[in-house]
């Protein structure tokens, strides 16, 4: 298993457009994580799934963002009239339930810029 | 509100000279501690969790403590590959297992 991958790596779109990252998780890994990061801020919390349910999600996760993750593997996190404000890190990580002490596993995110 | 305020924002060491991160956290209820390591234009890598005060681990030239208030990223001797934003982040009781509340992070910049 190579970690987690996000695709794609980077992603420029125009204001008012539709976007949509994929993450593919450790695959032993039953937890997965969304995440925001703007330039010299940590990372900030988005939403997290437990298999295929979603258990939480940020009030930042405002109505034009949603996430899936069909069937407990991949996930999916789209945008939808994209706005400058959007433009970011997107990270995904995944985690085991039952090895919490191991932390998050991240992935290289994928920098969104809206222009 | 949990928070987690890192310091210094910013810190150059020469090689070999050894330091310490500081991040003080406020939660209702710690439910563990994360520290990450993270270079540019990647995600974090994860480096240690610590649940209780008290508590300490190590791994090569760094170590981790905690006490109900704050941890310490102690680096000894450190190299140029130590170079990085060290990130420390908190799960409190409060919120559900899912969500870690980050530091804005440590630049940590080691020269020859």
């Known amino acids: 298993d190579t970690g987690v991958s996000q695709d794609p790596r980077h992603k420029i779109t125009k204001r008012g457009q539709n976007v949509t990252f994929r993450c593919d998780p450790i695959?032993?890994?039953?937890?997965l994580y969304w995440y925001r990061q703007t330039l010299g801020q940590g990372p900030e919390f988005l939403t997290y799934?437990?298999?295929?349910?979603?258990?939480?999600k940020s009030r930042l996760l405002s109505d034009r963002f949603s996430a899936e993750r069909p069937k407990g593997s991949f996930s999916t996190l789209e945008i939808q009239r994209t706005e400058q404000g959007d433009s970011a890190m997107y990270l995904c990580?995944?985690?085991?339930?039952?090895?919490?002490?191991?932390?998050?596993?991240f992935g290289s995110g994928t920098r969104l810029t809206v222009v | 509100e949990d928070q987690v305020t890192q310091s210094p924002e910013a810190l150059r060491l020469q090689e070999g000279e050894s330091s310490s991160l500081n991040c003080s956290y406020t939660?209702?209820?710690?439910?563990?501690l994360f520290w990450y390591r993270q270079d540019p234009g990647k995600g974090p890598e994860f480096l240690f969790t610590?649940?209780?005060a008290g508590e300490e681990k190590e791994k090569e030239r760094l170590k981790a403590t905690l006490t109900k208030k704050e941890s310490f990223l102690h680096i000894t001797a450190p190299k140029p590959e130590d170079s990085a934003t060290y990130l420390c982040?908190?799960?409190?009781?409060?919120?559900?297992?899912?969500?870690?509340?980050f530091g804005r992070g440590t630049q940590l910049t080691v020269w020859p």
């Open positions: 990580a995944s985690s085991s339930a039952d090895r919490d002490n191991y932390g998050y596993t």
């Open positions: 695959s032993e890994h039953n937890r």
């Open positions: 799934f437990q298999n295929e349910a979603q258990l939480e």
């Open positions: 939660v209702s209820g710690l439910r563990g």
């Open positions: 610590l649940y209780s």
């Open positions: 982040a908190v799960r409190s009781r409060g919120s559900t297992l899912g969500r870690l509340y």
